[in-house]
């Protein structure tokens, strides 16, 4: 069986079967999806850009998957790593947001993609990862090694 990420009404996302969905994901990965989609957007976002980073996901996950990475990379870029208390990520703009809102693949949810619903998951997936930051010995130099080593 494959699955789709998709978008409720209120903006969350959650994963679903799909049998149209191809790639298929394997037993495990649409487990370990499944999970943290529910368990939160923004750890299912964390999911998809690290240990998900290089598998081939359909379409609705590499869309999310996306959104993750170019807030992974913006934040390894940081100069400022060894300082959890300086770490910013610069939030994409407007005109960012209807880009990739226009780029997304059909979903079920797509009319509930805003501008309004990327920011929300954008901030969520900031805030997950200060959290994840400041638990993990080593910081964030630490946290996203474990992410993914690369």
């Known amino acids: 069986m494959s699955h789709a990420l998709a ?3 209120g903006g969350h996302l959650f994963v679903e079967p799909d049998e149209q969905a191809e790639p298929k994901l394997n037993s495990a990965d649409a487990t370990r999806l499944t999970e943290a989609f529910a368990a939160s ?3 299912g976002l964390e999911l998809l850009a690290s240990a998900l980073l290089h598998e081939p996901l359909p379409p609705t996950f590499g869309f999310w998957r996306g959104l993750a990475r ?3 990379t913006d934040l390894c870029h940081n100069p400022n790593l060894d300082n959890a208390a300086d770490l910013s990520v610069t939030r994409p703009g407007e005109n960012d947001w209807i ?10 949810g ?3 993609l805003s501008n309004g619903v990327l920011a929300r998951l954008w901030d969520e997936l900031e805030a997950h990862t200060r959290s ?3 638990r993990t010995p080593g910081g964030a130099v630490a946290y996203l090694k474990s992410c993914n080593p690369l």
């Open 7 to 9: 978008l409720s009404p």
């Open 110 to 112: 797509l009319e509930y």
């Open 132 to 134: 994840q930051i400041a």
């Open 99 to 108: 880009t990739l809102a226009e780029t997304a693949p059909p979903m079920k």
């Open 70 to 72: 170019r807030y992974f």
């Open 41 to 43: 957007g923004a750890r």
